[in-house]
């Protein structure tokens, strides 16, 4: 389901009726369905799911107060260094995300932070490559670079935190149907059923409620709890493919939580569906 700052359209969008019976039959043939078996495999993980891929595996990560240590408390580590900063190939050429306030389609829209530093629209993995972060006036200093308007609190008796707004993942080419055509073998997933990441946001597991096969560029069946885990580096920098624009559109989220006492935050991510190769796919027990 896509979600951003709009009205009651969105619920129209989401084609309930349209989907109602093709939804009961999935739930179903889901009880009797079996598991992956292969040890790897090449998956396209959908727009629901890869929001949270995207919101833990970089979102998090890229929230420059962890790397001095001011979210430790709360999950709120990170193995990003200062000096990866335009090194660091965070992932595959392909890969192109940006941190967007300006956008008021998004959740994570606003004028200007708490700090005062207006919306800005900049990019956080250019080409692969680490290049910014999110920041607030004092971290910005810190790691010298200017301000990413990210700092914000939740309500005006809230301290201001280093938050994520609109993060995005830049669209490539093609749709989700000419994806899995040119996908002689693997898996199409979506829904997030359980995940985890620990607390520097780099060795990550994550299981969806349902995964499409695919052979010889067609689905072929459903496969039950599929479950993949990586690490975030080796992760993106196996991303081959990202859909186009056709196929870009926000998820958000309400309950973004961190600090102590805690916060939440509302925000988006505009997402298009990806491949990515080779991925570990085998369930442990």
């Known amino acids: ?28 043939d889901l009880l009797k369905a079996p598991t992956i078996q292969e040890e790897k495999a ?21 929230e420059a107060d962890r790397i001095f240590g001011m979210e430790i408390s709360y999950a709120g580590k990170t193995f990003v260094k200062p000096e990866m900063l335009g090194k660091y190939q965070y992932g595959s050429p392909i890969v192109n995300i940006y ?5 008021p389609n998004g959740l994570g829209y606003h004028p200007m932070d708490d700090e005062g530093v207006p919306g800005k629209k900049i990019d956080i993995i250019r080409n692969g490559v680490l290049v910014d972060q999110q920041t607030s006036r004092h971290i ?32 490539g080419t093609g749709s989700l149907d000419d994806l899995i055509k040119s996908t ?28 499409y096969k695919i052979e010889d560029g067609r689905i072929v069946g459903i496969v039950k709890e599929p479950t993949y885990y990586g690490i ?3 992760f993106w920098n196996a991303c081959d493919a990202i859909c186009g624009e056709d196929e870009w559109g926000y998820h958000s989220t309400f309950h973004c939580g961190k600090g102590e006492p805690g916060q939440v935050m509302q925000l988006s991510h505009g997402i298009a569906p990806a491949r990515f190769k080779n991925i570990n796919v085998s369930v442990k027990s």
Request: charged content about 25%.
């Open 1 to 28: 389901m896509s979600a951003g700052r709009a009205g009651f359209e969105l619920f129209y969008e989401q084609k309930f009726a349209e989907n109602t019976d093709r939804i009961m039959k999935e739930a179903i």
């Open 42 to 62: 090449d998956i396209i993980i959908g727009n629901g799911h890869l929001a949270l891929q995207l919101h833990e595996s970089v979102g998090h990560a890229t």
């Open 99 to 103: 941190s967007d306030s300006t956008d």
């Open 140 to 171: 910005a200093h810190m790691l010298g670079l200017e301000p990413s308007s990210n700092m914000k609190g939740s309500y005006a008796d809230d301290f201001p935190l280093v938050r994520m707004t609109n993060l995005c993942i830049a669209p």
């Open 184 to 211: 002689q073998k693997g898996y199409l997933l979506d829904f997030t059923k359980t995940w985890s990441i620990d607390d520097n946001r780099n060795n990550f597991q994550f299981t969806t409620e349902i995964g």
């Open 232 to 234: 975030t580096k080796d």
